[in-house]
């Protein structure tokens, strides 16, 4: 695994590379595959970012399974949207919805996997500080799930009703997700301060 000094120099390289094709878009619009080229480098920065997460979780996460199988995930999520980025146009629209699914499931798959490793990072010894640690493991795993059975249509066969409100539950789920994400770090830390004032 690539350490965290290479992502954050690729990750900088594909915001540069992002930033010059944006530019030239603008300044000289007969660019070809400009849409192609500008989707990719910005597709390559946030997935640099990534890998910047999943390598410090793969150096020192106590389940580094997990992390491995976020980092195949995220790999073949990449190769699947780069492959409909620079293919969309010579595929069918049925072709392009069916790929479109399977690289967001598959970006689902290696986030949460990813997302869980990295707040197992941090050293709790509150019970509470726990708890948010794992009702926000739990609620962002069901909001994936969720997710990826509306990406598949599972919901379709039944009533409107019922999907709509599956939506709203992944929506529900997704934010005590993201603020449990927010507070952990932040509980880990008003933890540290408060043992190393206690010593």
Do not use: K, N, Q
């Not at 493991?137 to 509306?150: D, N, Q, T, Y």
Request: charged share 10%; proline share 4%.
């Amino acid at each position: 695994m690539p350490s965290r000094t290479f992502w954050l120099w690729f990750f900088v390289a594909s915001l540069g590379v992002t930033a010059v094709l944006g530019m030239m878009a603008l300044l000289l619009p007969s660019i070809p595959f400009e849409e192609e080229l500008f989707l990719s480098s910005a597709l390559l920065a946030g997935y640099s970012l990534l890998g910047l997460m999943a390598s410090i979780a793969i150096a020192r996460c106590p389940i580094r399974a997990a992390a491995w199988a976020a980092v195949a995930s995220l790999a073949i999520s990449l190769a699947v949207w780069l492959v409909l980025i620079w293919g969309e146009s010579a595929i069918s629209w049925r072709t392009a919805e069916t790929i479109a699914r399977i690289g967001g499931s598959f970006t689902v798959l290696g986030v949460l996997p990813l997302h869980a490793s990295l707040l197992l990072l941090a050293s709790f010894e509150r019970l509470l500080s726990r708890a948010v640690r794992v009702v926000t493991i739990v609620a962002a795993c069901g909001a994936g799930l969720l997710l990826m059975s509306l990406f598949w249509g599972f919901w379709d066969s039944w009533y409107s009703d019922v999907g709509e409100w599956i939506g709203r539950l992944t929506g529900a789920l997704a934010i005590p997700a993201a603020l449990g994400t927010i507070a952990v770090p932040v509980l880990a830390r008003i933890e540290f301060v408060s043992r190393r004032d206690g010593e």
